[in-house]
Every structure is written in structure tokens, then in C-alpha cells.
């Protein structure tokens, strides 16, 4: 069983940038795929952007050019830079990872993005 804690949400300022953290720990396999979903209030939780471990990234329309997925095997870590930030960023954002046909969430850290 794979643990996912997330770390580096906050409040910024529109236009601003933040780093988002999700290390995995527990039985970890070395194939999978890992990603971002987010869930704005009221609205419908949606993907923004995943990784695979051979690096294959993909990215929501609305990440594309703002948003950059990376991931470090040694530390079993993934992250999310986002820069360029606008107030409709704002939203939970949960990490995944999908390994040996296993979904694994994260608590959710919360992205506030001012206007």
C-alpha cells in the first residue's frame, strides 16, 4: 500500500507561483503513472496534469505553458511548479498514483490564488 502526503499549497497573489510536493512512501512499485487532479467549490474534481516513470508527461488545456509536472524516483517525490497563477486556479489539488492496478490518494492541499 502506497501513502501520498502533499505539501506546499498557500495563498498567492494572481500572477504568483507555487510549488507543489507529493512524496510517496510504503510499498512502492517502480512502474506507474502519478498526477494532479484539483476540485474548485462546487465544482467537478479535474485532472491537470500526469507523469508516468519513464517521464511521459500530459497536461490539462488550462495547465499547458503555465504548469510543469516532474518527478524524483530517488526521493519517491513528485511536484507541480506553477507559475503564472489566476484566481480560477484555485481549488484543493490532490496527488495520485496509479501502481500494480492501484489508485493511491492524497489529503489535499489547498491553492488560494487572489485577483
Known amino acids: 500500500q502506497v501513502q501520498l502526503v502533499e505539501s506546499g499549497g498557500g495563498l498567492v497573489q494572481s500572477g504568483g507561483s507555487l510549488r507543489l510536493s507529493c512524496k510517496a512512501s510504503g510499498t512502492i512499485f517502480s512502474i506507474y503513472v502519478m498526477g494532479w487532479y484539483r476540485q474548485a467549490p462546487g465544482k467537478q474534481r479535474e485532472l491537470v496534469a500526469t507523469i508516468t516513470n519513464t517521464g511521459y508527461t500530459n497536461y490539462a488545456g488550462s495547465a499547458k505553458g503555465r504548469f510543469t509536472i516532474s518527478r524524483d524516483d530517488a526521493k519517491n517525490t513528485m511536484s507541480l511548479q506553477m507559475n503564472s497563477l489566476k484566481p480560477e486556479d484555485t481549488a484543493v489539488y490532490y496527488c495520485?498514483?496509479?501502481?500494480?492496478?492501484?489508485?493511491?490518494w492524497g489529503q489535499g492541499t489547498q491553492v488560494t490564488v487572489s485577483s
Open positions: 495520485y498514483r496509479d501502481s500494480d492496478r492501484v489508485r493511491s
